[in-house]
Every structure is written in C-alpha cells, then in structure tokens.
C-alpha cells in the first residue's frame, strides 16, 4: 500500500515502477516513452475518500495508484497507451492507437528536431543561399503542424527558421524569420517538403535570397541600445512572522481553505478538492486546453494552430522558477517529474509557486456620522506556474482570496511568433502588425477551456444562468423603472452563450441546500469573461479541431477519462472529440455530477509594443459564492491597522513644509 | 500674479477671497454658499502653457484663475452660480437659476436635515409607534429624491429610517430599515408628506407597527459574535531607498510619467496633462458622473436613483485617509478643500492617496534552448480615492505602469441600500435579495461614465473603433482561417456599441504621425468594459435622466465646460441635458479636439455575502499605447533580481527534506 495520497503527483519512483512493468510486459522490444504519469483515479473511488479526510473519520482503502504510460514501440514504430496499476506492478490496458494518432511533442523530441534540420544538406543548401556575415547562424522552432490534409497520417513537423545575428543565449531569433520551412517526417526523420514562404501581401513565394541585412529588435537587457532605468527604487515585501499556510506535502491549508496542488504533464497545475471552512466547493479546476490560431490565410500559415495542452504540456513547458525573479515575497515552491525518452525521471523544480500577496481594500465602510470605519484589506493566496511555449509565454494563476472567492488568472507574454514580411517600402496587411524591420506579427486567438468540476457542499449540482431583464410595461411597474432577474436551468448536457446586454451569469448550486436568508438553494457563481469566438469558419480544419473554441459554455455530466476540452489527441488532429461530443450526449444534468467548461481568451491583433517581448495583457474569471454563506465570509478578518501594516509616510520636501510655496516649483 | 499652476485646485485663501468678492458683489444680503471651488481654465489659454512647460520653454502668461460658486440667497431664496475671477477679484458672471434647478447636496445640508427630521413630531409619533426597546432610537439617511412629477419644483428631501439598536459609532443600521419615510422640502424644512414602504413582495403598506425585534447584522469587528481569524501574518511592504516617484505641489513625476493630480468637490481626483517620456497622451482623465438606479418597480423606491457624482460629489465625499489602514507601503497622500454653509475653508486631510504597487510579472520570456531568461515586474503607481456616499463607498484609482498603460480601476464595496421586507415566510421577490432577518437588498445597478480627453502626441485626434472579422470564403482565404480587422472612423460627434463579437477595441489616433515601423497613424486603445446599459425603459424618468447611461461610448467635440455626461445638475434633474446633447450636435470630431466618455459598471443584483459590508467588486478599463511607440517602451525597466527584491524562501519541515515521507503526513 503506497503512502502517497490518491491525488498526489507522480513520483520519481513511480516513473522508474512503469518503466519496469512495460519492459517486462514487451520483452525484447525497444519503447521510446513520450509520457509517463498519474492518472487520476475514478472519482466514484477516490471521493469516499477524501470525504473521509475532510470530516475527519476514518478513512477507507485508498484506490489504486493507476499510471498512464504513452510510447512508441521502436520494432514496429507503433505507438502505444498503456494504463498500469503501481500498487499491483501490473498492465491494466495496452493499447496500440490507430495510425495517424499522434501524441504530444516530447522535449527529447524537440531538440532532436532541431539537430535533424539544421544537420539536413537541403536545409543547409538554402542557409548557404542567405549569405550570412560570419558568425551568424540560423536556428529554428519545430512547430507543430495543422492538419490541412485528411488523409495524412505521417507524424509531420514544420520547421521555422529563424537567423541568429548574435551569439547570445538571449538573442532574439524571433526578429529575423527566414523565407524557407522545411517540414520533416517525426518518426522517420526523412526532409518531406521544402516550403518556401510568403514575404509580401499575397500567397507568391520566391527562391531563398541572399539575407536583406536588417538590425535585431532584441528584448536581453545586455542588448539593449538605451541604457536601463536607473530611477526605480527596490519594493520588497517582508513576512517577518512567515506565511499565513501551512504546506504538508500537496496539501495546503490558508485562510479557511484547504485544497491539494496537483501537477501533471499536460495541465500543469491543477486545484484538488477545494474546501472552504471544511465545507466542499470545488471537486478539480484547471485549464484544459488553449488553442492558438492564426489568422494569416496564406499558407503554409494556415496551418499554424496550437494547442498547448494537448500538443505539448503546461507541465513539461512550466518554468523552473527562481526566488525573486520570478516571485516576490515568501515564497513555497512544489516541484514536479516528467520522464525523458529513455524513461528517465526527470526532476521539474519549482514549476508550482505559492505565495501571499497584498491586492488593497477587501471591504471597508464609513459610518459618516461618527466618522468611523472598518476596513479590511484583501489578502490573497496565488498559486502560480508560468508555461514557455516555444515563443508565448503564459502565466497561470489561481488567486484565493479571504471572501471565499476563487480567481483564474491568465497573462499573456513571451514574443510574438512572427513571419518574414517585406515591409520596407509601407506595405502592411489586414492580418498582422508590422513590429520591426523585415518581421510581421500576424493577428491570432488565444482561446482557454477553463474546466470547473463544482462540488457546491456536495457532488451534485445543478448549472443555470441568470439573466436581468427588464419588467413589462405593467401595474406592477408604473414608473419603468423595474427589472427583475430570470433564470434558465440547463437540464441536459449541451453549451451555452454569454450575455453582456443581459448580464448573464452562471450558477452553481445545490438544489437539496436552501440557505435559511435568501430561502434560496446555496450556490457559487461564475464571473465569465464574455470573448470573441473562434474566427474559423465552422468548416476549416482549425474549427474542426476546436470546437470547443466555438462556444463559451459547455455543460457535461462527468464521466471519468473526460478532462480535455480539445479530446485526448490534438497533435495534428482532425477533429476535436472533445467536450462537443461529450455535451451533445443529452445527459440529464441536473442535480447530478456536472462540469462547466469555460471558453475564454484574448483576439490578438498585435501591438508593436508587444514586440520584442510583450508586456503581459490579463484575463481574469471569477468563482465567487452566491447565497452559500448567509453573510460576508471576510467579516471575521482583523483589521486593516498601522500596527500590522507598518507603512510609511512621503517625507514632505522641507521647502514646502506648511506653505502655499510649493505651487511655485515646477518639475 | 497668482504662484500656482493653472491645474491647481483651489486653495483655502481663494475660498476666502471668492466669499469676499461675493459679499461685495451682494451688499447686504446673506448668502448661503453650497460650493466654491476652481473653474478650470479654457483649454486653448492653458494649453500654450502646458505645452511651453512640458518643452521647457518660457511660459506665456498664466490664464487667469476662475473660481466658480453656487448658493443661495436667503433674503428670497433664489439659486445662484456665480463666476469669480481670483485674478481681479471681480465677478465675472452671477446668474440666478431657474426655479427647479437644484444645486448638490452639501454636508451641512445633509447634517442639518438628519436633524430637523428627527426633531419633527410627525416622525417623532412614527418612532413612538414602533415601541422600541429601551435604548433603541433611529437614524436616517437623507436621500436625494429622484424626479416622478415633471412639475415639482421643490427640493426634496425623502429620509430612510432605520433602528439603531446598538449604541456604538459603528452600529448597522442599514439591517433594520424601517417602513415610514418622511419627505422634507429641504429649503423650507417643512414636513412634505409621510410615505410608508411596503413590506411584502407588492406595493401595499400598512400604518406603523411596533417594531416585530430582530437581530442586526453588524460588520465592525467589535461587534461580532464570532471571533476574529489569528491564523493571519504581517505583510510589510517596505522602500529602504524611498519612493520612485518626485512630487512637487501636486506635479508628480513617476517612470517617464508627468502629470497632474487634480482635485475637485464634484469628481475629486482627476489626472491632468498626462505625458509620457516627453509626449502627450490625455490632456485630462476622469470619472464624470455615475448613475446607481434601483431595480425595486414599488413606491417610493422607483425614485431611488442616484448621481453620485453630480448629486453629492465625490470630492466632497471623499474619505480622509490614514496611513496603514486604508494604504500599504510608502504613501503620498494630497489634501483638498471645500467650503461649509458659511463659506468658511474646510481642509479635507488625505483624500488622494499616492503609493507604488508591485504587480507579479510585465513580462518575461525564456529562450527554451539557452535556458535564459529576461523576467521583469510590474511595478505600478497608484493614484487613489476613496469615497463614501451614505451607505456605499467605492474606490477609484488610476493605475499607471512603466509600458505606458494607464488603468482606471473601480471597487464597489460598502454597504447594500436596503429595505424592510418581511420575509420570515420565505418569502422572496424577483428584483432582490433577503439578506437578514426582515431586510432586503434590491438590485441596481452601478454605471460610471469615464471621461477621456485624448492628446496623443497633440489635441488633436480621431476615435475608430476596429472590428476583427472572419475573411469571406475567396481565393484569398482558401483554408477558411483568415481574419481581418475592420476600422471604422467616428466622423461625426455620437454614440457607438461595444461589441464583444467582434472583439472591437476603440482607439484615438493622431493622423499627423506615422509610426515608422507599422506605417500606420501612432494611437492609444481603450480596453473598454463592455457592461449592461441602464435597463430602465426610455420613457422613465430614471432612463431620461441618466442618457449617458443608455450607450457605452460617446464621442464629442471638446467644448470648455462640457465636463459631466449627466449635464451639471443631476440632482431632481428631469432630463440629462448632458453629453447625449453634446455628441447630438454631430460636430465633426475627425482630426479635432475629440473626447470620448465611455459608460461602463456592473448590473449588481446582490449576493447575500455583499451583507453587512461587501466584498469589494472590481472593474477595470485600460488605455494602452498602439502604435505609439516603436516597441514595448518597458524593455529597459531593469530585470527582476533577488538582489534588489529580497525575497525569501518558504521553509521545508525538517521532517520532509529530501524524503518522499512527506505524503505520509495528512494536514
């Protein structure tokens, strides 16, 4: 019987255990592992369990550690998913997946990719023809590619070059996209097709050409022409007495709060079993998918869609943080584990970082007679990992707070993924910004599928929306002024819109609960941030492969297995197999095991300002309790007091000191 | 010659001088003032000013200071405003108003009416009826009366009664409203009428009853039942080196940042002449007005509507803030001025407060095969106010970062207005919530109309908005991926949606300056909050007095005085007489001195958690630069280091280092 919790992260241990199982269980036969990791158990199984702990009873027999193992059988070149029991070191399923299903891109992967094409002669040949000064080289980012064919099973890699004007583990590549995209078989290594690519308005292509020499726009602080701010003075927080939570193993413990961090390959992080004052809220939270498409119709654009879950990982892309770069304050670190080809375990430190911060008033109200008030401010927990997808950067982040409210941040930075453009001359396009010398970023969606598995004081909820409407012209409202809310429950699986013009908001809450106040059933609600949908049109393969991109409410009653918005395989997908399949089961919903999936994002038309790196831009969604306490949760949190606060006051220039003088000086 | 700037607000001694001009200009004749404060200067007598000031040369003579007064004379009663100049100390103008024109309420006012109300016999016979407790009184809160009779000239005062059960500076009195509500003609303070307010869910009411006893829901910590949370650690926020910010008066300069902070009785804080890095950006920034009508269709509660701009002011509503309770850090605080009854200067003591922020990440990227990477925070600037208007507070800030964005962010918290309901049945109604015993919270909503005067690179731009849309299916777009963005010019003074669709952002362009790199005019956007309009219906007074709040965007032809979307007096207005007449002029506003007022808030429906004091609710609209610069203007902000931000390391227990035992341990 391990000693790891059900919802723990998989282990060093671990990895090596499934290694062994699937070495004994394909004897003699060479694997090439892409991914080794938890899978989650059964729901049905795992609840009694943590039920157990949160009532502090004793707890029943743990489930199985089950693992999920993905590889390539080297012999055959077949690729395989195999599900193991690590309390038994036993198979449970091995399954080989059908041609043309292909798995994520795995970092070993990556850089051999890159390795192949830079050592390929054709690609060689056409890096001979820019003509490069000494010392420049070219580099490229292996891109996944977007299915444009159905009939394609190879496992295909396209190949972005870029030239590197500077020896320099900053340089920025990103402003000197070549013409010239090789496109590689994974499997067999083999130069496919040598595409050339667009440089003006239009889809004409040309033979690569000696390298129009053009300046780097670099982002590297020891590359930059101007010199750095020299007026910012340090900001430094300080926990003298340590953090407000307590950390064993996964479980954290703040505020009220308790829940379990968990870390996975694919997702990253991912909220367990979140409980409030030892009441249940939320069963799991995560993003579950991200697509990227790119609005540049000229191929071989088109194809540039990502999908950063499902194509490669939040997990194996979050970055090993580092104290005070990355993090200010008190910081708590959680590591993670992938596996590298070999089957190796592979230590990810610092990819979860935890930590107080400080987000100005929570509540506060003067009584104006007496002049006295009561302020609190709003102390928030941020649990954070930040993803490096080849160029983007995300930044992920569940914020708690102490009004038992739940935030899902997300910023956008990183470099924008750019493409060669002759825009000397004042050409510019409809689809992208032109953002330095040569280079144009093109305009592209960010879409996330925030997935919410509510557990409101119980594992059976119910979904509605809430809309306000104005009341008919009527006795019951002479003066016009009336509006009253109308609510919609969703009764079977399916999808939903938003509504700004009716302020639709969307609950969750369980029907067997009245709250004794409001005689209303007790529920949480979610702040969605109403988004542009996909552009694509419903028959392009981009929407085909993101059908989840296509709505911003997905209901589903849960069924184990189903996590991810865009289906199991987004690799090069044909179509999505995802949560649209599942929604359109017609489940009956309510008052039964349901999840939300909210699609949210960002339409990326380029700044120029976000070029070299991009100040990040933020988008925010909001669980927030609704009629499930019977009064604001935060009363109970001590007051904002200097005491505690220990701020300092602007020292008055002594010149100004008690005099009207001061308007007299100018800056 | 006056010593102070233009922008300057008002000072004490010119409070005394404009009461002195006045008292000459009267002879005899007692005033009673309701307001003195600055009248900014004509845009095109400052603007040679500024400009000179911001290129560093000689300054042109200074335009005069105008101050503007309002009040009444009590020998006839009649309604004055009057334009003074400080610089001649002579009248410029002093018209009388129209009968039915009715000034802002004024704290004396408001003081003096709480006490005539509950020196009246009627009302004292009300109270009597309720058969209070021993050492129970009631309290009121004199409210504007929002306009049912197109006829009433009166100025009327409509007093909520409330139970103060508890004698305590803090006591809410809010959780036990009563059912009678006194009118007041606020001049002659004569008793108008007594309402009575329906109790149940219609509009029946019932005379006086003794009051049926409950318990109050309190907010102040000393107060509460339950004790206060001990698990919560100090959080300092510490500048060893100081601020990063220069103030002078109220000049500040903060990372390539100038401007000014502004003050008045009606918007409170405003930013002034905003550059950046030596450039224009927005000659004048502020929250206009808003409007906060409630749901509730029963009388007389269709006349609860708000304007707390224009009704009250928030400058004059501004909470006197101290250091550590209301402010983290190292904090600038500014003074104001207002005039009493009398005339007499009232110093309004730290009612803008002024700190940085750090907040997390701007941007970061690692370069995945180097492994480095370039991390920088977000370090911030926070201009703020806080304001009070009866039972609600909100707190306004401009939030200021070094890649030249500028943030207007809102937090709604305070107090739910509230109505006796009795709803010990279960009872509940369509346009509220029961959030104690015997007390109802209706819904409203909350509309804030933010006021931009643009000067991006000069005073003279265009507002577009653009659209990004799906490409037709043509030969251009054969994978059916394209999109493109769609502009569209306001020509032509009006109103415009938002569109969350077609993702549309708004923007002002400068069409003199080119951006060398994207070819296109240098521009700012607004990320505007596509929110719920007002839902009353047009014919009601509550929608023809708040046109503002109809449509998200106004465009207008700067005018001098044109300062607030409600018109000048909201206060019994019958119609708006605001920017809805303005933008109506269809003035052309291409390449012209453009303001663009944008309405934006939350339709707040409310949770019972927003009892007895609210979580605050935060929304936000961004301006950021697009196209103004050549790139991110914040890459040379020097990266996030552990020498400069001192963080430190969560502690691992002794027990858990380096062991995998740590998920033995259950919290």
Redesign the interface.
């Given at each position: 019987m391990t000693?790891?919790?059900p919802l723990?992260p998989i282990?060093p241990?671990e990895i090596q255990l499934a290694v062994r199982i699937l070495e004994s269980a394909f004897p003699g036969v060479k694997l090439r592992y892409k991914r080794i990791d938890l899978q989650e158990p059964a729901k049905n199984e795992v609840v009694p369990y943590l039920e157990a702990?949160r009532r502090g009873e004793v707890r029943p027999r743990k489930p199985a550690r089950l693992l999920a193992a993905m590889f390539h059988r080297l012999d055959n070149g077949s690729f395989y998913k195999a599900l193991l029991n690590a309390d038994t070191k036993s198979v449970v399923s091995a399954k080989e997946m059908p041609k043309g299903v292909q798995g994520p891109v795995d970092v070993d992967e990556m850089i051999e990719m890159?390795q192949v094409c830079l050592n390929h002669p054709a690609v060689k040949a056409e890096i001979e023809k820019l003509n490069l000064p000494a010392g420049m080289t070219v580099?490229l980012d292996p891109w996944i590619y977007g299915t444009?064919d159905p009939n394609e099973t190879r496992r295909l890699v396209q190949c972005y070059m870029y030239i590197v004007a500077h020896d320099h583990?900053?340089?920025n590549h990103y402003s000197l996209p070549c013409k010239f995209s090789p496109v590689f078989d994974g499997i067999t290594q083999q130069l496919v097709r040598m595409d050339y690519l667009p440089g003006g308005g239009?889809s004409q292509t040309t033979e690569t050409q000696p390298w129009n020499q053009v300046s780097t726009?670099q982002?590297?602080?020891d590359l930059?022409d101007?010199?750095?701010?020299t007026?910012?003075?340090?900001?430094?927080?300080?926990?003298?007495?340590?953090?407000?939570f307590?950390?064993?193993?996964?479980?954290?413990?703040w505020?009220?709060w308790?829940f379990r961090v968990g870390f996975n390959n694919r997702e990253g992080l991912v909220l367990h079993n979140v409980t409030y004052d030892g009441r249940n809220t939320f069963y799991r939270l995560s993003v579950s998918e991200m697509t990227v498409?790119?609005?540049?119709?000229r191929?071989p654009y088109?194809r540039k869609?990502a999908f950063d879950v499902g194509d490669v990982g939040f997990g194996i892309?979050a970055?090993q943080l580092?104290?005070?770069?990355?993090?200010?304050?008190?910081?708590?670190?959680f590591d993670g584990y992938r596996c590298d080809s070999q089957g190796t375990p592979i230590q990810l430190n610092n990819v979860i970082c935890?930590h107080?911060?400080?987000n100005?008033?929570?509540?506060?109200?003067?009584?104006?007679?007496?002049?006295?008030?009561?302020?609190v401010?709003?102390?928030q927990l941020v649990i954070q990992m930040?993803c490096?997808v080849?160029?983007y950067?995300y930044?992920f982040?569940f914020i708690l707070?102490?009004?038992?409210?739940i935030e899902l941040e997300v910023?956008a930075?990183?470099?924008l993924s750019t493409v060669a453009f002759d825009?000397q001359n004042?050409?510019?396009v409809?689809?992208g910004?032109?953002?330095?010398?040569g280079v144009m970023a093109p305009?592209h969606q960010h879409l996330f599928s925030f997935r919410i598995d509510p557990a409101v004081d119980g594992f059976r909820n119910t979904v509605y929306y809430?809309d306000?409407?104005?009341?008919p012209?009527d006795d019951?409202?002479?003066?016009?002024?009336?509006?009253?809310?109308e609510q919609n429950v969703i009764k079977t699986s399916g999808s939903a819109s938003?509504s700004?013009?009716?302020?639709r908001v969307f609950k969750f809450r369980n029907d067997s609960i009245t709250?004794p106040?409001?005689?209303?059933p007790i529920a949480y609600?979610l702040h969605a941030m109403?988004?542009?949908?996909l552009?694509?049109?419903p028959?392009?393969?981009?929407?085909r492969r993101a059908r989840f991109a296509t709505r911003p409410i997905w209901v589903t009653k849960y069924q184990d297995g189903e996590l991810y918005a865009g289906g199991e395989f987004t690799n090069q997908s044909k179509d999505s197999n995802g949560v649209e399949v599942w929604a359109g089961r017609n489940d009956p919903v309510e008052n039964e095991d349901v999840v939300l999936w909210h699609t949210f994002g960002l339409?990326h038309?380029p700044?120029?300002?976000?070029?070299?790196?991009?100040?990040?831009e933020r988008v925010s969604v909001m669980l927030?309790?609704?009629?499930?306490?019977?009064?604001?949760?935060?009363?109970?949190?001590?007051?904002?007091?200097?005491?505690?606060?220990?701020?300092?006051?602007?020292?008055e220039?002594a010149c100004?000191a008690g005099s009207?003088?001061?308007?007299?000086?100018?800056?």
């Amino acid at each position: 019987m391990t000693s790891l919790h059900p919802l723990d992260p998989i282990t060093p241990g671990e990895i090596q255990l499934a290694v062994r199982i699937l070495e004994s269980a394909f004897p003699g036969v060479k694997l090439r592992y892409k991914r080794i990791d938890l899978q989650e158990p059964a729901k049905n199984e795992v609840v009694p369990y943590l039920e157990a702990e949160r009532r502090g009873e004793v707890r029943p027999r743990k489930p199985a550690r089950l693992l999920a193992a993905m590889f390539h059988r080297l012999d055959n070149g077949s690729f395989y998913k195999a599900l193991l029991n690590a309390d038994t070191k036993s198979v449970v399923s091995a399954k080989e997946m059908p041609k043309g299903v292909q798995g994520p891109v795995d970092v070993d992967e990556m850089i051999e990719m890159e390795q192949v094409c830079l050592n390929h002669p054709a690609v060689k040949a056409e890096i001979e023809k820019l003509n490069l000064p000494a010392g420049m080289t070219v580099c490229l980012d292996p891109w996944i590619y977007g299915t444009d064919d159905p009939n394609e099973t190879r496992r295909l890699v396209q190949c972005y070059m870029y030239i590197v004007a500077h020896d320099h583990p900053q340089n920025n590549h990103y402003s000197l996209p070549c013409k010239f995209s090789p496109v590689f078989d994974g499997i067999t290594q083999q130069l496919v097709r040598m595409d050339y690519l667009p440089g003006g308005g239009d889809s004409q292509t040309t033979e690569t050409q000696p390298w129009n020499q053009v300046s780097t726009v670099q982002y590297a602080h020891d590359l930059l022409d101007e010199p750095l701010r020299t007026d910012l003075k340090p900001y430094i927080v300080q926990q003298p007495e340590g953090a407000s939570f307590t950390v064993v193993g996964n479980a954290v413990q703040w505020q009220k709060w308790r829940f379990r961090v968990g870390f996975n390959n694919r997702e990253g992080l991912v909220l367990h079993n979140v409980t409030y004052d030892g009441r249940n809220t939320f069963y799991r939270l995560s993003v579950s998918e991200m697509t990227v498409p790119y609005g540049d119709p000229r191929a071989p654009y088109h194809r540039k869609q990502a999908f950063d879950v499902g194509d490669v990982g939040f997990g194996i892309t979050a970055n090993q943080l580092s104290l005070g770069c990355d993090c200010l304050g008190h910081i708590k670190y959680f590591d993670g584990y992938r596996c590298d080809s070999q089957g190796t375990p592979i230590q990810l430190n610092n990819v979860i970082c935890m930590h107080e911060q400080d987000n100005g008033l929570q509540h506060k109200h003067t009584n104006y007679r007496s002049g006295a008030a009561t302020v609190v401010r709003n102390r928030q927990l941020v649990i954070q990992m930040i993803c490096t997808v080849a160029n983007y950067e995300y930044i992920f982040a569940f914020i708690l707070d102490q009004a038992a409210n739940i935030e899902l941040e997300v910023r956008a930075t990183g470099i924008l993924s750019t493409v060669a453009f002759d825009n000397q001359n004042g050409q510019t396009v409809p689809w992208g910004t032109n953002v330095g010398p040569g280079v144009m970023a093109p305009s592209h969606q960010h879409l996330f599928s925030f997935r919410i598995d509510p557990a409101v004081d119980g594992f059976r909820n119910t979904v509605y929306y809430e809309d306000s409407v104005p009341m008919p012209e009527d006795d019951q409202n002479p003066w016009l002024v009336g509006y009253t809310t109308e609510q919609n429950v969703i009764k079977t699986s399916g999808s939903a819109s938003t509504s700004v013009e009716r302020h639709r908001v969307f609950k969750f809450r369980n029907d067997s609960i009245t709250n004794p106040i409001t005689h209303k059933p007790i529920a949480y609600k979610l702040h969605a941030m109403p988004s542009q949908m996909l552009l694509a049109h419903p028959k392009s393969f981009g929407s085909r492969r993101a059908r989840f991109a296509t709505r911003p409410i997905w209901v589903t009653k849960y069924q184990d297995g189903e996590l991810y918005a865009g289906g199991e395989f987004t690799n090069q997908s044909k179509d999505s197999n995802g949560v649209e399949v599942w929604a359109g089961r017609n489940d009956p919903v309510e008052n039964e095991d349901v999840v939300l999936w909210h699609t949210f994002g960002l339409t990326h038309n380029p700044r120029i300002e976000d070029f070299p790196v991009m100040p990040m831009e933020r988008v925010s969604v909001m669980l927030r309790p609704d009629g499930f306490f019977t009064k604001n949760p935060a009363l109970d949190v001590p007051p904002s007091a200097q005491s505690f606060n220990q701020s300092t006051l602007h020292p008055e220039p002594a010149c100004c000191a008690g005099s009207q003088d001061k308007h007299q000086v100018k800056l």
